[in-house]
């Protein structure tokens, strides 16, 4: 059995917020014989019981029922004498009720004026145990065992059955106080100000009841714990105060330490000014007491009302509303919707939520139709939480119409709005306004992270613009931010790719530095290539020998680069050392090399020795590379071959869209020479079609005026 201090005073600091009962009197009125040949029984059953005399205890009851102060350290101040008798009154009637029952249930022949009389007597007891201070040695926990009986006239039995009734009563009365004590708190502005933030964002129902309890109950723990330093720091107050007026009898009478006051410890007093630190960011600033005050003027201006139910024709028109098709225009359902509820936000809410989770397109529509509603109040979470979406699906369009409504609005983008831009524009490869949403990031003051950093150098890697993205790697290696892997491999590529030496070189470097594991046979590969278009055939051997040594075997894409490189050079010994070095280390060649040597033997006009290659290519029983069709369009144009000329050129007009800015220039100036005038003109259309720039030499063939006879009077082999 849990045991409480059961005095006059803890009763009342249990029951202060409890309200206050009838007077004790009122309960034993009918109590009229006497059960007891004692003259104390034989008076009136209307008088009233004797209330215990106000005293100062020396216990003072701590509200968890756990922990108590010491009594030689501290004297609780008494109530006035209402709420003494309002406090005794409560905890009689309730130990009378209890007690009425078990009385009656032991003695269950007794009528109610001998139950009555049995009351008066153990109830007489009590309040004399109370007023004497028997029933301040209670304690301990709920297990320990009752006290023996104090009179002779009560057996053990039933002390120990008074002894559980008042534990009982006292826990009822704490629940009480507690319950009473948490009706203020629930409804306390803080507490609801944090309901209505979450109803905001869509708590609901039993998860917002056991929320609002759940603060409230930590506001009464923080206000008990205040209420206890409190009175540590009066009761540390009062001990100073004596001492101060006990210093000079002090120096006449030494006082034995065991007879000392013990001093209680308090807190040290606080000197200067708070200062709050959390990760790094100084608290203590102004500028946060801005922060705070825009944060209370968005909650002053927030919607803390529920939603309007939806019933009849509104409901039918938001069923509507989510079987909307791709295509169809919710303008007018959303006006029938709006004349049928008359919303505010907090309805424009409720069926934003319904649309996200029956109808996706649905929900889009709507939300950005809703954009320019009064009602709906639209903030800048409400445009960022669209843009995101669209973002993530690559809907440019959507982004760009939300941006302008934005902007006609007077509402600026955020942090959050800038670097979903990034991502999208990147990916996107729009350049130009990824790099506006960058800037515009760092204008705000924040540091890009590694994925904003990954997504901007990526689209200029997409772009082909390595050079920009190599700036950023050196920005991020500035703020001590690594790239992963994947970035180093796109940056090695596209330096490959424009054939960009140096840059590769580079990028290579900072792998091994920044990695371990960087001896990886394609970024071996990649650094060949850049050589080889470089026309660098010396560093390319070298890396390809390097690629070789640490056990790499190449493959026929790392072979034709190679051979591409001596092409550069137009070193043929040297190529055909390497071929033949190969065959002989059991590396045989493919079609990609095949089709650089093709090109090589057109360039140097050596038809049968391409034609054999050929042959070779078909025996492979491969599909030859789109390039090889280049190549044979160049040597028989030149070679004023017509038949064979206009059969790869029907190829190549065929696949043009596959045709680069080089493809074209090699071609037209392979007809150009060749006397396909004609023909020479219709490609160079196809290639102002496709906005490639010529180079300045080709202009100035094509600007010259046609040759005679071109046309009819070609040239034949």
Known sequence: MKSLLLSRQAIRRISLSSPKPQPFRRNFSAAAPSISRSDRHLRSYDEPIPRPVSSSFTRHFHSTLESRLSASTASSQIHDEEDDDGTTNEFLSRFVWIMRGKVSEAF??????????MLLLIVEKVVAEIERGGFSKVGGSSSSAPPPSPSSEFSDDLWATIWEVSNTVLKDMEKERKKEKMKVYVQSPEVMEMCRFAGEIGIRGDLLRELRFTWAREKMEEAEFNESLEQMRDLDSSIRESETVDADEEEESVVDSDEAQPRSISLPKRKGKFKYKIYGLELSDPKWGEVADKIHEAEEEADWREAKPVTGKCKLVMEKLESLEEKDDPSGLIAEWVELLEPQRVDWIALLEQLRDANTNAYLKVAEHVLDDKSFRASISDYSKLIHIHAKENHTEAVERILKKMSQNGIFPDISIATALIHLYS?????????????????????????????????????????????????????????????????????????????????FNSMQLDFKDTNCFEAYGLLVEAYGRAGKADKAKINFDQMRTRGFKPDDKCIANMIRAYKRENSLDKALRLLLQLEKDGI???????TVLVDWMATLGLIEEAEQLLVKISQLGEAPPFELQVSLCYMYSTARNEKKTLQALGVLEAKRDQMGPNEFERVITGLKTGGFEKDARRMF??????????????????GASPSFGSGFNRVRR
Do not use: W
Request: charged share 35%; proline share 3%; with cysteine.
């Open 108 to 117: 269950p022949d007794s009528d109610k004026k001998m139950v009555d009389g």
């Open 588 to 594: 045989e060649i493919g079609v990609i090399t095949y």
């Open 685 to 702: 259309k196809h290639m102002e079609a496709r906005k490639f720039l010529p180079s300045d030499r080709l202009k100035i063939d094509m």
């Open 427 to 507: 990916k996107s490869g729009n350049l130009e306004r990824a790099t506006e949403a960058f800037e515009s990031l760092k204008s705000y003051g924040l540091r890009p992270d590694n994925k904003i950093y990954t997504s901007m150098i990526m689209g200029y890697v997409n772009a082909g613009k390595p050079k920009l993205g190599e700036r950023l790697m050196r920005d991020m290696d500035a703020r001590d931010m690594k790239c992963s892997d994947e970035v180093y491999m796109a940056m090695l590529r596209a330096f490959a790719q424009t054939g960009d030496a140096d840059g590769a070189a580079g990028i």
